[in-house]
C-alpha cells in the first residue's frame, strides 16, 4: 500500500488542512492517509493552545465522515515534543511493508537538516511538500538519499494561529473551519 501521514498541531484543523490531505491523496493515489496531531512541535514550542483531547476531538470531528482519512494518536500518547523520526520508526513497524510518505508545508523545506535524525528519516520514508501561501518555498538542504516530492494544489492561505485570533476577537470562523470544528470550539469555550 501506498500510505501519507500529515503532521501538525491541528490546533484547529481547517479547510487549509484538509483541502491539503486531499490534494496530496489525489496527486499520489494513496490508499490512506493518517493525520497525525503532534503533542509539542519542537520547531514550534509555542504553537499548541488547546489540549490534546480538544485537538483530538476537533481532528474526529472535521473527518469523521471521510473514509480517505484517518487520524494517529500516536504521538498524542506519547506526548511530550514530537519528533518526526520517533513517529516513522513506529509507523514503520506498523507498516513494514508499504511505501510510506510524511507530508510537509514547503515552509519546512529550508529547515529539514535541523530535523533528529534526518538522514535516517531519509531512508524510512519519502517527503511530499506541499506550497504554503505567502511562504515560497526554498530548497532542501542537501540531505543524502532524501526523496523529496511536490505537490501541486489549492492554495488555501489560512493559518491556525489566525483563527485562534478571531475567536478571541469574537469574529466568524465560518467558511475557514467545517462546522463540526466550529460547534467543538463553541462548546469547549476553545481560545478565548
Request: charged share 25%.
Amino acid at each position: 500500500m501506498k500510505i501519507g501521514f500529515f503532521g501538525g498541531s491541528f490546533d484547529p484543523v481547517h479547510f487549509g488542512h484538509l483541502i491539503a490531505a486531499q490534494d496530496a491523496y489525489e496527486q499520489y493515489q494513496f490508499d490512506r492517509i493518517f493525520l497525525v496531531p503532534a503533542a509539542q512541535a519542537p520547531l514550534k514550542p509555542n504553537d499548541v493552545a488547546s489540549s490534546p483531547a480538544d485537538r483530538l476531538g476537533m481532528l474526529q470531528a472535521a473527518i469523521e465522515w471521510d473514509r480517505r482519512f484517518e487520524i494517529s494518536d500516536y504521538e498524542l500518547k506519547k506526548g511530550g515534543i514530537s519528533y518526526t523520526i520517533d513517529s516513522v520508526r513506529y509507523f514503520r513497524t506498523c507498516f513494514p511493508n508499504d511505501d510510506l510518505y510524511w507530508i510537509i508545508g514547503g515552509d519546512q523545506l529550508p529547515r529539514m537538516n535541523m530535523w533528529r535524525g534526518i538522514d535516517e528519516l531519509a531512508q524510512l520514508v519519502e517527503f511530499i511538500f506541499l506550497e504554503r501561501p505567502g511562504h515560497p518555498s526554498k530548497p532542501a538542504p542537501e540531505i543524502p538519499g532524501l526523496r523529496l516530492h511536490r505537490c501541486d494544489g489549492h492554495l488555501i492561505e489560512i493559518s491556525s494561529s489566525e483563527l485562534r485570533r478571531r475567536v478571541r476577537q469574537d469574529l466568524s470562523l465560518h467558511y475557514f473551519c467545517p462546522q463540526e470544528v466550529i460547534a467543538h470550539i463553541e462548546a469547549k469555550q476553545l481560545y478565548r
